[in-house]
C-alpha cells in the first residue's frame, strides 16, 4: 500500500471515529432534555401541591425601630461590662497586679474572618 492510500485511509478512520463521538454527544444531550422536561413537570406538580395544601400565612407585626435603638444603647454598656469580665477571667494568672480597662469594641466580620483563615490555610 503506497503513502497515499494510507493517508487516505487514516482520514476515513479519523473521520468515522469523529462522527461516532458526535453522534454519542447528540444523544447523550437529547437524554439530557428529556429528563430535564421529566424533572420539570415533576417539580411543577409537587409546587402546585404544595401550595394546594400550605395553610393561609400568618402577618406577624413589625417592632418599632425606636424601641430597638433605645435597647441598643443599653445592650451596649451591658456588652462592654461582659466582654471586660470575661478578659479579666481569662488573664487572671497572667495580669496579676494590672487593671483591664476596654477603650473599643469593634464588631467583627465572621465571614470575612472566614475568608482569611481558608487564604492562609489552604496549602
Given amino acids: ?9 487514516s482520514l476515513i478512520v479519523a473521520l468515522i471515529g469523529l462522527l461516532i463521538v458526535f453522534i454519542g454527544l447528540g444523544i447523550l444531550i437529547g437524554c439530557i432534555y428529556a429528563l430535564s422536561a421529566i ?23 413589625e417592632p418599632v425601630a425606636e424601641a ?3 435597647e441598643a444603647g443599653a445592650d451596649e454598656g451591658e ?9 479579666a477571667a481569662y488573664m487572671k494568672g497572667s495580669s496579676e497586679g494590672k487593671t483591664l480597662v476596654v477603650k473599643n469594641i469593634r464588631r467583627a466580620n465572621a465571614w470575612a474572618a472566614a475568608g482569611r483563615a481558608d487564604q492562609l490555610t489552604r496549602f
Fill in 39 to 61: 424533572m420539570g413537570n415533576m417539580r411543577a406538580r409537587k409546587e402546585a401541591q404544595e401550595k394546594a395544601s400550605a395553610p393561609a400565612p400568618v402577618v406577624v407585626p
Fill in 79 to 87: 456588652l462592654v461590662a461582659v466582654i471586660t469580665a470575661a478578659l
Fill in 1 to 9: 500500500m503506497s503513502f497515499i492510500g494510507k493517508l487516505g485511509y
Fill in 68 to 70: 430597638a435603638a433605645e
